[in-house]
């Protein structure tokens, strides 16, 4: 336990910490990518795509993030498909916020109200135009906030990715704990890069939010 | 001595002084009615005597006794002065008639049967005996100010301070309101009221008071105030509403 | 050669996953009523004038929104010990939803409060009361009416969220799925079997919370 110091302690913290970032980043874009698909399939208004995506919402809202990540981990292998840790908890993390993103973004849309529909409508703009000039910019400005607010859920869900093994920064400290024996100041180093990861994103989404509702007023 | 004196009052908003050295006695029965034009600072006093605002300078007198600005004595104040505003502000998630027998029973601790029957007094007097059982929201705006009225006076205070009653109103409901104020008037209610219903006003009142920027500027019999307004001000103001 | 599915397997363990889910159930209650009592308290302490209590009510909201429940939990079950503090796996575990729950109750029901008319407070503080009288008897209603179905989704959140309070060995259902598949090696099956049970866990509790939703907020009058 002695030859742990505390910088000893941060310094391989922080190399984790780098695979968080970077898991982060991945689920988040492929996400937002997915997301965005699942929406634009959802307002484009087939009743049954509309109720499938519902349902997937629904899914990955109704369960833990933690059986989702052990259904893709144990489950792809089944079907021939072996995956590594880090894959699996990529996947499982981008169809988790793919779903929450794309609930996210629904609500902006559907908070267009409808004369705003009706009024580029009677212009004589087909859905497309519709969305590329009237909707989607009003939208994609509320839909910024709520967004960078979802990214820290996204950061903090992959500790759960931990549990399936891929080394990120809560393994690492699993792993620095049980060398050193100080699981006290290691799980607070950890909580404290968390927070240092989260909290400007926090302030960044309210801050956002603050600055739409005075524009909105 | 009078019920309510205010001496030297003053407040201000930040930069913005809104009060300027306001002297008022209010005697026991009087009915005085506020009146100047917006933003002359009619319902910050009204607060004040209500102890809502904080002021910054100046003493408030209730019944012979100073107001500190402790929290009890804000609260001894409140007991004494009653207030009615504009919004009504009935409490959503309580019918009529718990709406008045919430404030006796956990502020005065009555009894719920004691404060039951105070307001079922209370509302009966406003015309309500067949709504106690409703919701702020199942009731016309006429309705709930009259609901507030009775949920002020089921407290007893000696004073009731009205802030523009009957402006939320629809003219069709504005009389029923006033007919209440009316007759608490006449029963010798103490009553301190801002209107913009000058013909009930002069009516009914004991006393004009006149504020501009800030001031009492006149002050006086309705009549006499009407019939020979002192200042150019008070002038327009008449002349204005005419 | 494909696999063949053997959900099967599972039927010998059932009363295990049974014990998860009650351990799940008392974990999801306990967190729940004592998570959103501290935060209405939080959120009264946000409100109240008293600066110092106020800043460091909101720096414990932001410590625990920023940083990962999984994380929080390994604190209070591995780390709390070196501070003399020794808890059983449910006792941390149940301490953790708490805490967690606690935080962002705070920011939802101070939410809620700050939606309260300023007329409604005005016309209480004109009929004399207190502010422990507004608060209880004019303010906590309707706001917690208000932000009721966010509360509830939160409750939810960490409902869900305790499956991994498996890892510090907390008997709950996804510590069940874990020693099951350990034992009959049909992981897929187990977890797929642990997801249903949480989604119907899930839906039950929203509905659960949307019925005791109404029983608070309905209109009755006791006179
Ligand atoms: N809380 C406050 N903060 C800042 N300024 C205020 C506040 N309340 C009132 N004021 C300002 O104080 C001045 C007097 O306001 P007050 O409401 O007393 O006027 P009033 O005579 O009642 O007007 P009205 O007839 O429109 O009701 C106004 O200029 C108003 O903008
Ligand atoms: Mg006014």
Redesign the pocket.
């Known amino acids: 336990m002695s030859e742990f110091t505390l910088w000893d302690i941060v310094y391989n913290l922080l190399l984790a910490a780098r695979w968080t970032v970077l898991l982060s980043l991945t689920a988040f874009v492929l996400g937002g990518i997915v997301g965005l698909l699942l929406l634009m399939v959802r307002t484009a208004g087939n009743p049954w795509v509309m109720r499938l995506v519902r349902g997937y919402v629904e899914l990955f809202q109704g369960t833990p993030l933690l059986m989702q990540l052990f259904i893709v981990f144990f489950g792809l292998p089944l079907i021939g498909i072996d995956v590594s840790p880090w894959i699996a908890a990529m996947l499982g993390l981008t169809l988790f916020t793919s779903a929450f993103l794309t609930e996210i973004w629904r609500g902006c849309v559907e908070s267009i109200g409808l004369g705003q529909w009706e009024a580029s409508a009677s212009l004589g703009m087909n859905f497309r135009q519709q969305m590329r000039y009237i909707i989607l910019p009003q939208a994609l400005r509320i839909a910024v906030p709520p967004t960078v607010g979802f990214s820290v859920q996204v950061v903090k869900g992959t500790a759960v990715a931990s549990i399936i093994g891929f080394v990120e920064l809560t393994k690492a400290g699993t792993m620095i704990t049980n060398a050193t024996y100080a699981p006290f100041t290691v799980y607070g180093c950890v909580a404290v890069m968390y927070f240092l990861i989260c909290f400007p994103l926090s302030l960044y989404a309210r801050h956002l939010e603050g600055k739409l509702r005075h524009v909105a007023r | 001595m009078s019920l309510v004196e205010l001496h030297a009052i003053h407040k201000s908003?930040?930069e913005?002084e809104?009060?300027k050295g306001i002297d008022l006695k209010i005697e026991e029965g009087q009915v005085i009615a506020l009146i100047?034009?917006?933003?002359?600072?009619?319902?910050?006093?009204?607060?004040t005597i209500n102890g809502l605002?904080t002021i910054n300078d100046g003493t408030i007198m209730v019944a012979g006794k100073k107001v500190g600005d402790r929290d009890t004595d804000v609260l001894t104040l409140r007991l004494n002065v009653g207030m009615v505003f504009?919004q009504f502000n009935l409490f959503p998630h309580y019918t009529a008639l718990e709406n008045v027998m919430l404030s006796p029973q956990v502020v005065k601790k009555q009894s719920k049967a004691e404060a039951k029957e105070v307001a079922e007094e209370m509302l009966a007097k406003v015309g309500l005996a067949d709504k106690m059982m409703h919701y702020p929201d199942q009731l016309s705006g006429g309705q709930q100010q009259r609901v507030a009225i009775a949920r002020a006076l089921a407290m007893k205070p000696r004073v009731l301070l009205c802030?523009?009653v009957t402006?939320a109103l629809d003219p069709e409901l504005v009389n029923e309101v006033l007919a209440v104020v009316r007759q608490l008037a006449e029963e010798g209610m103490t009553l301190v009221m801002?209107t913009?219903e000058m013909r009930f006003a002069r009516e009914v009142c004991d006393k004009l008071v006149f504020?501009d920027q800030?001031r009492i500027h006149e002050s006086g019999a309705p009549e006499e105030v009407f019939a020979n307004p002192k200042t150019s001000e008070l002038a327009s103001f008449v002349g204005g509403l005419a | 050669m494909a696999y063949k599915f053997d959900f099967g397997a599972i039927v010998p363990h059932w009363e295990l996953l049974l014990d998860g889910v009650v351990l799940t159930t008392e974990l999801t209650v306990i967190g729940a009523v004592v998570g959103v009592s501290l935060g209405t308290l939080g959120a009264w302490a946000r409100a109240s004038r008293a600066p110092v209590i106020s800043q460091i009510v909101g720096i414990y909201v932001e410590l625990i929104r920023n940083t990962p429940f999984l994380v929080q939990l390994f604190f209070i079950f591995f780390g709390l010990p070196a501070l003399g503090v020794k808890l059983s796996e449910f006792q941390a575990a149940v301490l953790a939803m708490i805490v967690n729950l606690g935080a962002y109750s705070t920011e939802i029901i101070r939410a809620g409060i700050l939606a309260i008319p300023k007329g409604q407070i005005e016309a209480a503080q004109s009929l004399a009361m207190n502010r422990v009288q507004i608060f209880r008897y004019v303010i906590i209603r309707p706001a917690l009416k208000k932000i009721w179905p966010a509360l509830s989704s939160q409750i939810v959140i960490v409902m869900l969220g305790s499956s991994v309070c498996s890892q510090i060995a907390a008997e709950e259902l996804t510590f069940a799925a874990n020693y099951i598949q350990a034992v009959n090696f049909r992981a897929f099956e187990v977890y797929f079997v642990a997801t249903a049970l949480y989604l119907a866990m899930s839906v039950l509790l929203r509905w659960v919370l949307k019925i005791f939703g109404n029983f608070l907020f309905e209109r009755r009058s006791h006179v």
């Open positions: 908003f930040g913005l809104v009060l100047g034009k917006s933003g002359s600072g009619k319902s910050t006093l009204l607060r605002e504009q802030d523009e402006s801002v913009h504020m800030g």
